[in-house]
RNA sequence: GCCCCGUUAGCUCAGUGGUAGAGCAUCCGGCUUUUAACCGGUUGAUUCGAGUUCGAUUCUCGGACGGGGCACCA
């Protein structure tokens, strides 16, 4: 007959196994997440409001484009963002998570001519299903703050930047070669045409000549740089990138005297130290001296052919051109140091937007002037050589430029002196002659804003045959789009069609003008998009001094890093202006910068309606449930690499949900003393027995580590595989201890898992908590707090090596000593085998981990 | 061509100067029929070479492979 103890384990049993089978509920996503989105909901939950006592912290995600339909990559963005909202809000601070469309563009105007439908229409129904997509995914966001840079309450806004900037000198109309998308039919600004193809469809740009609105980003290139050092929580190949783009280099513009009278060409250098080595000059061919330097030059119409060939060359044409080629002009020029006559050749590869449009020709210490003076006969002269080089190197030998800094030959005074020094004393002589400046130059350009399209927000700017152009005065802002524009996809404004639109007075004199027909670049939308969300309903201003200066920065943004130069380099410029003018906190918008990666189709090939392989989130939400989709999403990869859509990987996150799901309704009794306590539960939780202290350490450990993740490094996949382990430790628990229910461990433990599972699902945790009888809702408790007594071990499992092998293990008290260590090592069977016949030389003691015996 | 990052189980990813973990897959058993949403268990791995070290998957150098950025900007 089994004693009572076994009676009762038995007895026991059966009753669990009946119990489960009879009273716990099927795990049924499909009824739980549309129930507590609804009730979140009704309880505005996640408004944010500005608070006296509460931090803040502002986090955003990169507002979509409503394109109409989102898939599984926009569901990980949201989720990333979601986890750490929920997460800050449990940490006791002041969350505020809006979401918003970045509605104005031109997929609506391409959706208008292919179905007829109108613009508006069309953007309003994407806005509408996406919202509801992004809602079902369970998301926090504070939807009361919801901004579409398309009405007019937003985009009169947009307006009132523009004219911010043409009042700061910022903005400016110029006629210039530009990007032009054949596809899009549209110019295109430099960043967007990066590589010579347009950022959106990537089709190749064309080279246009058009009077164009442009903004003085150049002006702002020296701070941009100096903002960068400063964002320290910035991806480094981010910062890198936008360096990259805005390519500041330093030297001297120089300038050479032409023959007979007809002027100088002026050339910007890097290389000052190398001026005597300058053979040619190259110019390119739309360089404004051109026509007098050829003028009665039997060169002439050769000169101008060339010129022609290359007129409507992209510079990635121009220069993808492997060979260089150039024509000489007939003319010459003198150096201004050394005197010598040189001659001028217009070229292919120097870039007319770039300095001055000329450099000079210094084949033996440039690559491509090397090659140039190759293919064309130009004498190279050697005038730096290696400082350790003992002759000079025979300049027709050279295989290749040398292009390093070295000692200066043939320099004339200069020989001898280092390149260094010879740039500071040939930089002070052509000063002080009169033909030379320190320069710095930047790659970046201005910054292009018109377009001439439909669906985007009118520039307010007036022409008036006798004031030029005249600003829309602020109070007759919004310069409304009118809905009646003839949108047709061939090139031009629509808006000119318009005479409703058009025709006005101007506000200077009143006499009859024209507006600008053109519409701003979407990215000034962006650009600023994210003060709005601070007080989306201020009809006077466009955001409200008090609640910018509570919100702002953005603590951390979350987006695709195809923004790492457009927008996220513009948003940085416009908030440098507004800075200048007092109107935000700060010089940065965004202190911390988050690339989250793709995923990718499962057979690892990008995700795309043209590859036929997208996943959209409505079907992921309906088969597997939002919260198991995040959990997947969550788990299959660090947030900033890329990770493969894998079925069977969220079938798996079910399992794990419906692992937790059973475990706690199971044991749900352990729970009911801890409510009775009001909660109280963790001091209660005092080990009494050995599994209990594993248990507790399990559980502090988690809380430790996935804390430190989501306030750090943001790692959620470890987050996921510690909830994992942490479910494992439970479940281990419960299968051995005989009175699992009765122990204020495991009541502790399965509080704790839902709490730190709380922001991954939101759903599921706030489910079993109220199935468990707490009050209130999950998402407004704190996150545990560790008990770093709970993490110290009564006992612990020393390693012990010979030799740098494992041979054994022993038990010991926290920091225990070398020596008793050693001994208990002796002992143990497997070590003392290795140890036989040898003499110990040294012991090698980590404490509290290991101890290696070197012996032979 | 230059610069940066990576390479851990069959797959996707953790981790650590000292015992290498999770999910999926495999295999075995249970449950019974779930038709890529059952349960328990099992197998299984540090890219290569050299160096530093008592000990290297971890640090250093080099190679291979993969990914990214820049590439006529004077």
């Not at 950022?199 to 080279?207: D, L, Q």
């Not at 800094?405 to 020094?421: I, K, M, P, Q």
């Not at 201005?446 to 022409?463: F, H, K, N, Q, V």
């Not at 027909?517 to 466009?542: G, Q, V």
């Amino acid at each position: 007959m089994p004693g009572p103890r076994a009676r009762r384990t038995l007895y026991g049993t059966i009753r669990c196994m009946v119990s489960s089978a009879q009273k716990i509920p099927a795990y049924s996503p499909q009824t739980i997440e549309p129930k507590w989105q609804k009730i979140w909901e009704e309880r505005r939950q996640y408004e944010a409001t500005e608070s006296d006592v509460k931090a803040k912290f502002y986090l955003l995600e990169m507002l979509p484009y409503p394109s109409g339909d989102l898939h599984v990559g926009h569901a990980r963005n949201y989720t990333l963002g979601d986890v750490i909202a929920r997460f800050r809000r449990m940490r006791g601070l002041n969350v505020l998570h809006p979401m918003g469309w970045d509605a104005f563009g031109l997929p609506a105007e391409t959706a208008a001519i292919a179905r007829g439908m109108h613009p508006r229409a069309w953007t309003a129904s994407n806005i509408a299903n996406m919202r509801s997509q992004i809602k079902k995914l369970g998301t926090s966001y504070d939807w009361t703050r919801e901004v579409d840079t398309s009405s007019p309450e937003f985009y009169r806004w947009t307006q009132w930047l523009f004219l911010l900037m043409f009042r700061k000198g910022l903005a400016y109309k110029a006629e210039a070669y530009l990007n032009w998308c054949p596809k899009d039919k549209t110019v295109l600004a430099n960043e967007q045409a990066e590589g010579g193809v347009c950022w959106r469809c990537g089709t190749k740009v064309e080279r246009r000549k058009l009077n164009q609105w442009f903004f003085r980003i150049t002006q702002y290139a020296d701070r941009l740089l100096e903002g960068l050092d400063r964002l320290e929580d910035w991806p480094e190949r981010v910062k890198t990138m936008q360096r990259n783009w805005i390519g500041r280099s330093e030297g001297a513009t120089l300038s050479f005297e032409v023959e007979s009278g007809i002027g100088h060409v002026d050339v910007f250098t890097t290389r000052v130290d190398t001026l005597f080595g300058a053979t040619f000059l190259a110019i390119a061919p739309e360089h404004p001296l051109l026509p007098r330097l050829i003028a009665g030059h039997e060169e002439a119409s050769a000169v101008e052919a060339f010129a022609a060939s290359l007129k409507d060359k992209t510079e990635l044409d121009r220069t993808q051109l492997m060979e260089k080629q150039g024509v000489f002009t007939g003319a010459h020029a003198k150096n201004p140091l050394s005197g010598e006559r040189i001659p001028i050749w217009v070229t292919n590869y120097v870039v007319a937007e770039y300095g001055t449009g000329a450099v000079m020709g210094v084949p033996a210490h440039d690559q491509r002037d090397f090659d140039f003076a190759r293919e064309h006969g130009i004498v190279i002269r050697t005038v730096v050589k290696p400082a350790d080089a003992a002759s000079v190197p025979s300049a027709s030998k050279l295989p290749s430029a040398f292009v390093d800094d070295g000692v200066l030959v043939n320099s004339g005074e200069f020989s001898e002196l280092t390149s260094a020094a010879a740039r500071t004393a040939m930089t002070a002589k052509l000063v002080a002659k009169g033909a030379g400046t320190p320069t710095v130059n930047y790659k970046l350009r201005d910054w292009l804003i018109s377009r001439e399209r439909y669906w985007g927000a009118p520039i307010p700017m007036i022409l008036c045959p006798r004031d030029r152009y005249v600003p829309v005065p602020e109070s007759e802002l919004p310069v409304r789009l009118p809905d009646d524009a003839p949108i047709t996809g061939v090139s031009g404004s629509p808006l000119e069609h318009v005479p409703s639109f058009m025709n006005t007075t101007c506000p200077k004199c009143g006499g009859p003008a024209t507006r600008e027909p053109e519409t701003m670049d979407t990215f000034m939308c962006s650009s600023w998009y994210f003060l709005r969300y601070l007080s989306p309903h201020d009809a006077r201003e466009p955001w409200s001094q008090k609640a910018v200066r509570y919100w702002a920065p953005v603590d951390h943004y979350i987006g695709g890093i195809e923004h790492a130069v457009l927008h996220l380099m513009y948003s940085r410029f416009f908030y440098k202006v507004l800075a200048d003018e007092g109107l935000v906190p700060g010089d940065e918008p965004f202190m911390r910068l988050f690339n989250q990666g793709m995923v990718l189709g499962e057979g690892h090939e990008k995700m795309s309606k043209s590859h036929g392989n997208t996943i959209g989130i409505d079907e992921a939400v309906r088969k597997y449930g939002a919260d198991a989709l995040r959990i997947f999403e969550m788990f299959a990869g660090p947030p900033e690499s890329d990770f493969p859509w894998s079925t069977t990987g969220i079938a798996g996150a079910t399992k794990m949900l419906q692992r937790i799901w059973r475990l706690v309704l199971q044991h749900e009794p352990a729970l009911r003393p801890q409510l009775q306590s009001g909660g109280r539960a963790d001091v209660d939780g005092r080990p009494s027995d050995a599994a209990e202290t594993e248990l507790r350490h399990s559980v502090h450990a988690k809380i430790k580590q996935i804390g430190d993740e989501l306030d750090d490094r943001m790692h959620l996949n470890t987050c996921v595989a510690a909830i994992m382990s942490l479910i494992n430790d439970v479940d281990d628990f419960a299968a051995k201890h005989e009175h699992a229910d009765e122990s204020p461990a495991f009541a502790e433990a399965l509080r704790t898992l839902l709490l730190l599972l709380a922001p991954f699902a939101p759903h599921i945790a706030e489910e079993l908590w109220e199935r468990t009888g707490h009050e209130g809702s999950i998402h407004q408790q704190h996150w545990p707090a560790y008990d770093p007594a709970a993490l110290q071990r009564a006992s612990i499992a020393v390693v012990v090596q010979v030799n740098g092998k494992r041979r054994g293990v022993v038990d010991a008290p926290p920091g225990l000593d070398e020596n008793a260590v050693f001994e208990k090592a002796k002992i143990v069977e497997t070590v003392a085998a290795q140890l036989q016949n040898k003499r110990v030389r040294k012991l090698v003691y980590v404490k509290d981990k290991l101890l290696n015996i070197v012996a032979n």
